[in-house]
T-cell receptor, first 114, second 116 residues
Framework: DGGITQSPKYLFRKEGQNVTLSCEQN?????MYWYRQDPGQGLRLIYY???????QKGDIAEGYSVSREKKESFPLTVTSAQKNPTAFYLC?????????????FGPGTRLTVL | AQTVTQSQPEMSVQEAETVTLSCTYD???????LFWYKQPPSRQMILVIR??????QNATENRFSVNFQKAAKSFSLKISDSQLGDAAMYFC?????????????FGKGITLSVRP
């Protein structure tokens, strides 16, 4: 079945450590996105990528980094510079340039900093 | 910058009744798309319905329909014959028209509970 997978589902990190969240899709979508969800804040865009080897900062990129070496994969690294990393992280993908460009979401990763 | 506002943090509806969730947005664009996403307790985001700004006709998907008022920049979601499975968070989202920049701007969401 086609879809988006995120791993792990739950992730615990000590303060000062970098951690990488995985996002893989087999939908042959060009565009991929990372969102952060906090209670009462909705979803906020961290980074997005329209094509391989290219990505842009979203609204809250500070303390995060990404790479897009393969079409299928868009990993997100939460660095020690991110002051408040505990949150729910959602990855999404879409067909680039499509008319309505629906975004399909993965199941999410819950990151907790201890 | 575009903004999306969902002013009601919580709503409740009796099973089988109808409920309307409100959303307003601010944009200077004329070509854009609007979406309602559902996030059940599993936290999987699911697209409920979408509306193209250039279409005057309100979108409908089974029990879900929208009231799109372009001049008022209002985009409400009506759920008819509410079911227990409709209990979830609902997010309104905006996207600028077709093109390379396809990012979504979300509202803060509304938690809908359904009373049996």
């Amino acid at each position: 079945d086609g879809g988006i997978t995120q791993s792990p589902k739950y992730l615990f990190r000590k303060e000062g450590q970098n951690v990488t969240l995985s996002c893989e899709q087999n939908l042959n979508h060009d565009a991929m996105y990372w969102y952060r969800q906090d209670p009462g804040q909705g979803l906020r865009l961290i980074y997005y990528s329209q094509i391989v080897n290219d990505f842009q900062k979203g609204d809250i990129a500070e303390g995060y980094s990404v790479s897009r070496e393969k079409k299928e994969s868009f990993p997100l690294t939460v660095t020690s510079a991110q002051k408040n990393p505990t949150a729910f992280y959602l990855c999404a993908s879409s067909i680039r340039g499509a008319d309505y460009n629906e975004q399909f979401f993965g199941p999410g990763t819950r990151l907790t900093v201890l | 910058a575009q903004t999306v506002t969902q002013s009601q943090p919580e709503m409740s509806v009796q099973e089988a009744e109808t409920v309307t969730l409100s959303c307003t947005y601010d944009t200077s664009e004329s070509d854009y798309y609007l979406f309602w996403y559902k996030q059940p307790p599993s936290r999987q985001m699911i697209l409920v319905i979408r509306q193209e700004a250039y279409k005057q006709q309100n979108a409908t998907e089974n029990r879900f329909s929208v009231n799109f008022q372009k001049a008022a920049k209002s985009f409400s979601l009506k759920i008819s014959d509410s079911q227990l499975g409709d209990a979830a968070m609902y997010f309104c989202a905006y996207r600028r028209g077709a093109g390379a920049n396809s990012k979504l701007t979300f509202g803060k969401g509304i938690t809908l509970s359904v009373r049996p």
